[in-house]
C-alpha cells in the first residue's frame, strides 16, 4: 500500500499528472476536486449562495455523491446523475472554493477520502490532502507553476471542451480562486511541511510526469 499526496493552486496540473502517475504506478487515482466542485454544483442548483455556511449545511443530507471509475477513469454521480464537464466551468471553480471554506462540507468528505486510501493504494491530489485528507502519506508533493502558464493551461482545457470564456477571465478566476485558497482559515492550500514544491512552468505534462516518478522513487526507493 502506498499513498501519494499531490497539492496546489488549480491550474498547476495536478489532475492531468495525476492520472498519468496512478497509471504508470498502477495504483487508483481519486480527484478530491471533483467532489467540493460536486458539492458546488448542487448548491447552484438550489439557489443557495455558497458562502453561507448555513443554508449550505442544511443542503449536505440531501446530497449523495458516489466515487467509482470506470476504465480507469474517476466518475463522480450526484444523487445518481453523472455531471460530467459542467462541474468543470470558472463558475464551478469558485462555488468549489467558496464551499470548500465551511467547516461542514470539509466534514462531510473527509472520510469518504480517507476511507478509499485506507483501503487502496492512491493518488490523491487536492489542495489539502498532505495537509489533512492524508497527514502521513508516503510521499507529498506541493504542485505548482506561474499563474500566466496555469491560466494558459486551464484557457486551453474550456476552450477544447467548448466551454466559452477567455484568457483574462480565466487568469481573473484564477488569481481571485488562489487567493481564496490560500488565505481560508480551514485547510488552507499550503505545502505541507514535508512536501516537496515541484515547479512544472513550461513543463509538457509527459516531462512533468517523468519528473515526478524519479521524486516518487527517490522517496520510497522504489523503482517504478
Known amino acids: 500500500m502506498i499513498q501519494i499526496a499531490i497539492d496546489g493552486p488549480g491550474g498547476a496540473g495536478k489532475s492531468t499528472v495525476a492520472k498519468a502517475l496512478a497509471a504508470k504506478l498502477g495504483i487508483d487515482y481519486v480527484d478530491t476536486g471533483a467532489l467540493y466542485r460536486t458539492i458546488g454544483y448542487y448548491v447552484r442548483s438550489q439557489n443557495v449562495d455558497p458562502k453561507n455556511a448555513e443554508a449550505v449545511e442544511k443542503l449536505l443530507p440531501s446530497i449523495d455523491i458516489e466515487l467509482k471509475y470506470e476504465n480507469g477513469t474517476q466518475i463522480v454521480s450526484l444523487n445518481g446523475e453523472n455531471l460530467g464537464d459542467r462541474i468543470r466551468t470558472p463558475?464551478?471553480?469558485?462555488?468549489?472554493?467558496?464551499?470548500?471554506?465551511?467547516?461542514?462540507?470539509?466534514?462531510?468528505?473527509?472520510?469518504?477520502?480517507?476511507?478509499?486510501?485506507?483501503?487502496?493504494?492512491?493518488?490523491?491530489?487536492?489542495?489539502?490532502?498532505?495537509?489533512?485528507?492524508?497527514?502521513?502519506?508516503?510521499?507529498?508533493?506541493?504542485?505548482?507553476?506561474?499563474?500566466?502558464?496555469?491560466?494558459?493551461?486551464?484557457?486551453?482545457?474550456?476552450?477544447?471542451?467548448?466551454?466559452?470564456?477567455?484568457?483574462?477571465?480565466?487568469?481573473?478566476?484564477?488569481?481571485?480562486?488562489?487567493?481564496?485558497?490560500?488565505?481560508?482559515?480551514?485547510?488552507p492550500c499550503v505545502p505541507a511541511p514535508d512536501a516537496v514544491t515541484f515547479d512544472n512552468s513550461w513543463m509538457t505534462p509527459e516531462e512533468c510526469t517523468e519528473g515526478l516518478v524519479r521524486l516518487i522513487e527517490e522517496k520510497t526507493g522504489k523503482k517504478n
Not at 470539509?106 to 493504494?121: V, Y
Not at 484557457?155 to 466559452?164: C, R, S, T, V, W
Open 91 to 187: 463558475e464551478m471553480s469558485m462555488y468549489a472554493s467558496a464551499v470548500s471554506a465551511i467547516p461542514a462540507v470539509r466534514s462531510f468528505l473527509l472520510e469518504t477520502q480517507r476511507s478509499i486510501a485506507r483501503k487502496n493504494s492512491v493518488i490523491m491530489d487536492g489542495r489539502d490532502i498532505g495537509t489533512v485528507i492524508l497527514p502521513d502519506a508516503d510521499v507529498k508533493i506541493f504542485l505548482t507553476a506561474s499563474n500566466e502558464c496555469r491560466a494558459k493551461r486551464r484557457y486551453d482545457e474550456l476552450a477544447a471542451k467548448g466551454i466559452q470564456t477567455t484568457y483574462e477571465e480565466v487568469l481573473a478566476d484564477m488569481n481571485a480562486r488562489d487567493e481564496a485558497d490560500s488565505t481560508r482559515d480551514v485547510a
